[in-house]
């Protein structure tokens, strides 16, 4: 069985993108979903996935209440099946169980266990540390059940490794391919961004619009330190990935009226290998070009945290609901914000709101039908 983890609130949208690559989906939480396969299926699943926190592989379900129980039962696996006497391995643990209060305990517990079956198989043991980069073993303990996990990811799949150009609070790259997906873009249309920042909302659309996946810009995984590693079927996998790159004509535009973040998010494009596909304008958002046809504008605006910055926001978030109204009939408007009070400053009725996390920030993706010709869009009461 695999478990795909994912933030809170982006199930839905994973769920679609298990889908359609060909997996049925088992169950599901409120923020993991459980699918049938093996080591290959997690493979593809890490080099496709854009909304995805971890691949874990489970490897066994134990039953155990006290710790001397668990590590008994822990010294059952076979540990040699998924790491090497000579190789290097860490632990990471949660769960909920009235007899621990700290998790660092269990991590320690099982990386006992693990040595003490070297040591008694083969005198000697893999090295151990806090370092995701080689083998990952996850386990969750529930009371009185603990499921033991192969870590397949190891690091985060949130990351997509092409931001390397710094900004004040980005958006991680997770996060924006779910707010595309649960958007109603279709990649044949135009995608502007205003308010760029580092850029990451235009990138992961340029690279939606080309077919271009996370798995293209990291080359390493835990899985590939497991001891049923299959380079061929990883190299397999990733030249399957590559013939999929499209080209596409639309128009994908970002703009920031700080010449910092378009510096930033230029630099992160040529990372990401789509700076070729985007324009980046210097100006601000009321200047934006919206180019002749239809499509989507996405904005995350600042939330605002500071009375002045409130005041400040407030004309901002008038100002967008006036833009829309003014210059952008025919697309479809979306605004992601955390701070529901100055959503509501927008003036615009958004047509759906759907319900995210930025980190532990509460947010809303507003989509707002922009008509041209006589139908008015309804204000929103204060």
Request: charged share 25%; net charge neutral.
């Amino acid at each position: 069985m695999i478990t795909v983890t994912c933030s809170k609130r982006i199930t839905t949208v994973l769920e679609r993108e298990i889908g359609e690559l060909g997996y049925t989906v088992v169950s599901k939480s409120i923020n993991s979903i459980q699918l049938e396969g093996d080591i290959v299926d997690c493979m593809k699943l890490n080099y496709y996935l854009r909304t995805g926190n971890q691949v874990l592989l489970e490897i066994k379900k134990l039953h155990a209440q006290e710790p001397k129980q668990l590590y008994e039962q822990l010294l059952t696996i076979e540990w040699d099946k998924y790491i090497s006497k000579l190789g290097y391995f860490s632990v990471v643990s949660t769960g909920f169980n009235e007899n621990i209060n700290n998790f660092m305990y269990v991590n320690q517990l099982c990386k006992d266990a693990i040595a003490d079956y070297f040591y008694k198989k083969y005198d000697q043991r893999p090295d151990s540390g806090p370092d995701k980069h080689k083998v990952v073993i996850r386990l969750y303990w529930d009371e009185h059940e603990a499921i033991v996990y192969l870590d397949t990811s190891g690091e985060t799949l949130t990351k997509h490794n092409y931001r390397k150009a710094p900004h004040l609070a980005p958006m991680q790259e997770a996060l924006a391919s779910g707010i595309i997906m649960a958007s109603r873009w279709d990649k044949r249309s135009h995608f502007i961004n205003p308010m760029c920042g580092s850029g990451t909302l235009a990138i992961e659309a340029a690279l939606m619009a080309t077919n271009r996946y996370p798995g293209g810009f990291r080359n390493n995984y835990s899985f590939m330190h497991s001891m049923d590693y299959n380079p061929e079927a990883w190299e397999k996998i990733r030249q399957e990935g590559k013939k999929l790159y499209t080209k596409t004509d639309i128009k994908i535009i970002a703009s920031d009226i700080s010449a910092k973040s378009i510096d930033s998010a230029y630099k992160n494009a040529q990372t990401a290998g789509v700076d070729h596909l985007i324009e980046f304008e210097c100006c601000d958002f009321r200047d934006t070009t919206i180019p002749e046809g239809n499509g989507v504008i996405m904005i995350n605006p600042e939330y605002g945290e500071r009375l002045g910055e409130i005041d400040e926001l407030t004309e901002i978030y008038s100002g967008m609901g006036d833009w829309f109204k003014q210059k952008c009939a025919g697309y479809l408007g979306y605004i992601f914000t955390g701070n529901l009070e100055l959503a509501k400053k927008i003036g615009l009725k958004p047509k759906r709101k759907m319900e995210f996390y930025n980190g532990k920030i509460d947010c809303r993706l507003l989509e707002f039908e922009l008509y041209t010709g006589s139908r008015k869009i309804v204000p929103t009461k204060d």
